[in-house]
């Protein structure tokens, strides 16, 4: 079995395939499809966002300082694509897609309505890379869609989301839970044994 050199910036895979949503107020509210992202600190909250410069939401998210990571679903896979393609320049994705833009607790861009966890930002940093700047942002807020809550635990079961994700230009879909943190070392109970 051999191994032969793969371009540069296929070497992560699958990213997931989120909606960043911006704007503060609902004349300049727009949808960017992002796959470069994701989180970079948990104490505090943060993650980021790498935008190309050229992009409609570009300029919004500097001025405002702010974005909303929504993540996505199979269900919404068609929205996000189509969100990734089209410019907000020219035409209201929330309208064309009849997505819904929705309050944000903390921040002034909406969250959108049918996205099962949409996660607020801040703007910290702006770090320019090359071809995309990097939106080093604070977590300021995370809201769940109860449909997706465990009541008994209160965990958020991805299962149940069906959430999608990217990879070289394919959207896929996730499969089934195979382990969980620490599974690889947890000890096995001896039968028998209570």
């Known amino acids: 079995m051999g191994r032969q050199n793969w371009r540069p910036g296929n070497q992560l895979y699958p990213l997931p395939a989120v909606m960043v949503s911006v704007g503060d107020a609902p004349e300049n509210y727009n949808i960017i499809t992002v796959s470069w992202t994701g989180t970079i600190c ?22 405002t ?11 919404l896979a068609f ?24 309050a944000s607790h903390v921040v002034r861009c909406p969250s959108i309505a049918e996205s099962p966890v949409s996660i607020e930002c801040r703007v910290k ?24 809550i465990d009541p008994a635990t209160g965990a958020f079961d991805l299962s149940k989301a069906h959430p999608l994700c990217y990879s070289h230009g394919k959207y896929y879909a996730l499969g089934r839970e195979i382990g969980h943190f620490g599974f690889s070392v947890k000890k096995k109970k001896k039968k028998g044994k209570k």
């Open 79 to 102: 929205a996000t694509d189509w969100c990734g393609v089209r410019s907000g320049r020219e035409v209201d994705k929330f309208a064309e897609m009849r997505l819904t833009p929705v």
């Open 42 to 63: 948990s104490d505090p909250a943060m993650c980021y966002i790498s935008v190309r410069p050229e992009r409609h939401s570009y300029e919004i998210i500097k001025r």
């Open 65 to 75: 300082g702010e974005f909303v990571i929504n993540l996505t679903t199979e269900q």
């Open 125 to 148: 940093q702006i770090i320019p890379l090359g071809t995309h700047d990097m939106f080093v942002a604070n977590v300021v807020n995370v809201s769940a869609d109860d449909q997706y």
